[in-house]
Every structure is written in C-alpha cells, then in structure tokens.
C-alpha cells in the first residue's frame, strides 16, 4: 500500500478494525466497527427520488461533458496540489487506474476482467475505458434515459458497439441474472441509493464468484465511538447538499464495511480519498466561471444550476471532514 493511502481513516480503520480488513469478515466480527444508523435525514426517497436522479443527470449531462468530457467523476490528484483544467481528463483517468490499482485487478491476460458492468455509468467513460483497457465486455446501467442514449452514441463513435451496451435501469433491481460479472464497477453512483444495503447486496449478487467488486463513492465521516448520530448541524448542512443533488441518506465509509461484511464479502478494504479528490472543486468553480461554462450552465436548466450553487458548501464540507471520499473494494468468494 503506498503512503497516499494512509491517510487519516485508514490509518484510523488500521488501528482499530484491521484484522477485518485482512480476512474474511464474519458478521459477529463486523459489530466492533461501530455501525450506526445512516444518519442525514433523507431529502426524497423512493420514486420521487429516483424520477429526480434521472431528470437531474438528463439535464445536467451535457453541460458536464461539454466541460469536463465523457468522466463524470472527480479526478484524482495529488493532495494540497492545484488541479488545471486543462489536466481533468488525466486525473479522472488516474481516478480509474487508482481505483483498479486499489482493488488488485490484474492485468494478467488470464486472470484480468472479461465481463464488467459499470453500474451507475454516466455517458460511459469509465465502461468504454474498462473495454479498451481489457477487451472486456462492459454492460452500462443509469436512471437517465439521456445519458443511456448518448453513453451508446459515443460508444457507436469510438467502435466499441460490439463490447459495450448500455440500458436504463435501477442498480437496485439490476437487469441482469446471478453470478455474471468479473468486475462490478460502481464509480460515484453509491451516494444515490437510498438503500446501500440493497445496493452491495445486488452488487454481490451479479458479481462471478470471485468477482471484485469496487465501490468509489461520497459519503459522511464516521462516528466516532461515543456518537449515535451525526450532530444535528452536520445534518442539516448535509441534507442542503443532498438535496441539490438528488442524494438521499448518506452513510460512512464503516457502514460500507460492515454491509459488506454481513454479505460473507472478502478482502474487503477502504482508504480515504478526500484530500486526493478535494483539488477537483477549486477547478470546478473556475470552469464554471468561464464563458463556456456560465452559458452552458444557463441553458441547461434550474437543476444543473441548483448542483453548480452548493459546491461551496461541498468544498466546505469536504474542509470540515464531514464529507468524505472512499473507495471500497472487495471480492464475492469463489
Ligand atoms: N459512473 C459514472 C457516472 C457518475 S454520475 C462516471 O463516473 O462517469 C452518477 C450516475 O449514477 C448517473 O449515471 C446516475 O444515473 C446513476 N444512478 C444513480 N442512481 C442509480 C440507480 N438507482 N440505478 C442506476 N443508476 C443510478
């Protein structure tokens, strides 16, 4: 593990849970991680909650790739650095190789990931990137119908219709039979679920046996062991958040642990990746101040315009350590 990946809360997961990250995590061994009910109160829930998801990424999508390109995550730098706007494609790229790198995907000719699916897959640029880099079969799910259609037209533009697919569809309720994925990919989907129990489970479910699965994704900082929620402040900054982004409760990087561990889930690991991404923000308001940026932000509607006007308060959040950014990996025995 490099020294990047000792930052505050692994070191801290290192301290105190760490033989659970090592070995298989039986269900007993998980209630010393100190789970806690997810604690922001939830803005939408339900298919409220996913009518606005799909309706805040048809939106929103165009502006984003306009700007930003066919990656519709942050990128991953190094931290205290300053990011240019000119290098976001790098280090979204770098996120991916991260990310793989994290999980222990091999390269291996017989042993790297052959079928994937991306699930919460954007305009597909992670999916069409996992197919170049392995020759694999990448199926792409995504509640916006808009993203959907234009993920297959990039697709059909860069000649990889023939490996990769893309369809509307709940990750909840994924449309696809047990035990079919190498790799199951979920890269800053996770925060939209309103049941991340559900969501692993599923995920679990489709995965191969010794499939990985890798879960990048925002949440809350974990409580600390006196605490059994988050304080009502931190809610409510959070719920202002949630709201503009069509989140619904968010949970810590420990619940993710945990769920995955009741799940009989193996080699599961975490690391925070909070001052590694929080470069991404500065870079994102200055984009957002250009030319390009304001009319592009103009024409596409009041949601976009609601997600582009909490990004101090993400910043923010991000500066406090209440709002944290993990990657969980981990594997479905074989
Ligand atoms: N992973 C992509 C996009 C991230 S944006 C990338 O990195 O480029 C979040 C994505 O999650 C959107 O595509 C959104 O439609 C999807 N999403 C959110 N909730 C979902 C759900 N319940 N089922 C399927 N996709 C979902």
């Known amino acids: ?169 709940d990750a909840l309720e994924q449309p696809f039979p047990d035990g079919q994925f190498d790799l199951v990919w979920s890269m800053e989907s996770g925060e939209h679920m309103p049941d991340k129990e559900k969501f692993v489970r599923e995920m679990a479910r489709v995965a191969a046996p010794g499939g990985i699965i890798i879960i990048v994704t925002w949440g809350h900082r974990d409580l600390l062991p006196s605490e059994e929620e988050l304080k009502p402040d931190e809610i409510n900054f959070l719920n202002k958040i949630c709201k503009a982004y069509y989140l619904p409760k968010l949970c810590s990087a420990a619940d993710y642990v945990h769920i995955a561990g009741s799940l009989l889930l193996q080699d599961i690991k975490i690391a925070d990746w909070s001052d590694n991404v929080y470069p991404f923000w500065p870079a994102f308001i200055k984009s957002a101040l250009t030319w390009n940026g304001l009319t592009s932000l103009l024409r596409s509607g009041w949601k976009a315009i609601k997600g582009a006007l909490v990004v101090p308060l993400m910043m923010k959040g991000f500066k406090k350590g209440l709002i944290k950014y993990t990657i969980i990996t981990c594997r479905k025995p074989e």
Request: glycine residues 8%; aromatic residues 8%; charged residues 25%.
């Open 1 to 169: 593990m490099s020294a990047r990946f000792l930052t505050s809360q692994v070191a801290s997961l290192v301290v105190r849970p760490a033989p659970f990250l090592r070995r298989r995590i039986s269900v007993e061994g998980t209630s010393r991680l100190s789970f806690r009910p997810m604690a922001a109160a939830a803005p939408a829930s339900g298919d409220g909650l996913k009518k606005g998801i799909a309706e805040f990424y048809d939106e929103s999508s165009g502006i984003w790739e306009n700007i930003w390109g066919d990656h519709m995550h942050h990128g991953f730098y190094e931290a205290e650095s300053s990011a240019t706007l000119a290098g976001h494609r790098d280090a979204q790229v770098r996120m991916v190789e991260e990310a793989l790198r994290f999980a222990g995907v091999s390269d291996d000719p017989l042993k790297k990931p052959m079928r994937i699916v991306d699930v919460g897959c954007g305009i597909g640029g992670s999916s069409r990137y996992l197919a170049k880099k392995y020759g694999a079969q990448v199926q792409g799910i995504t509640l916006s119908p808009v993203q959907a259609k234009r993920a297959q037209d990039l697709t059909m533009a860069a000649e990889l219709a023939d490996k990769v697919s893309f369809q509307v569809a």
